[in-house]
């Protein structure tokens, strides 16, 4: 079940709802009985599960090791050198 933040504008009452997708919006604040309570616009939380999601995707510490430099002319290294 979804949980909705709900604010009234009379008296500024904060209030965390846990209802059901089909339940009619609250209008009516429980805290001064105005009606003025409304639903407000969050972020959605969520986590992603199953296979092919990891603890450890899209965190810092996966930096790729470094490759190593190509080497300077004129040490034979290559077909080009001397």
């Keep these: 079940?979804?949980?909705?933040?709900?604010?009234?504008?009379?008296?500024?009452?904060?209030?965390?709802?846990?209802?059901k997708?089909?339940?009619?919006?609250?209008?009516?604040c429980p805290a001064c009985g105005a009606a003025a309570f409304s639903k407000q616009l969050t972020a959605a939380g969520f986590q992603l599960k199953g296979n092919g999601y990891y603890a450890t995707d899209f965190k810092g510490n996966s930096a790729k090791a470094a490759e190593p430099a190509a080497p300077a002319c004129g040490t034979s290294a290559c077909p080009a050198c001397p």
Excluded: F, N, R, S
Excluded at 1 to 19: F, H, L, N, T
Excluded at 21 to 28: I, R, S, Y
């Design 1 to 19: 079940m979804p949980i909705y933040a709900y604010k009234c504008a009379a008296c500024g009452e904060q209030q965390d709802v846990m209802q």
């Design 21 to 28: 997708m089909a339940d009619a919006e609250l209008t009516v």
